[in-house]
């Protein structure tokens, strides 16, 4: 399995939008769904605020594929839910062991 984390701080007002977008039934999920080996995302928040998702791939390799398919897609949803955002970090991408 492929795992992609990444890190966001919601810009304050946006929690709600970018709750919907992030989570299972949002933009970004529906995205990732055309997507063969796409196994899912979740959404996580912690005490103070900050999020963090988890995608799941079956390989890097089909990961990479559906992002050459679609980068130009991909690069417009990325821009529209840019102004949810204050920081938006890519933690790592790791494969199981």
């Known amino acids: ?3 992609i984390l990444w890190e966001y701080e919601c810009r304050p007002g946006s ?3 970018f709750e919907s977008a992030y989570g299972p039934s949002g933009v ?3 995205f990732f769904r ?8 979740e959404l996580l928040r ?3 605020g900050h999020y963090a998702t988890i995608d799941r791939w079956v390989s890097a390799t089909q990961h990479a594929a559906f992002r050459t398919l679609h980068a130009e897609e991909y690069r417009a949803i990325d ?5 949810l955002t204050t920081v938006e970090r890519h933690i ?5 062991v």
């Open 1 to 3: 399995m492929y795992v």
């Open 15 to 17: 929690e709600a939008a």
């Open 28 to 30: 970004w999920v529906e």
């Open 34 to 41: 055309q997507g063969e080996g796409y196994l899912g995302t």
């Open 46 to 48: 912690d005490s103070s």
């Open 79 to 83: 821009a529209q839910c840019e102004q």
């Open 92 to 96: 790592g991408s790791y494969e199981t």
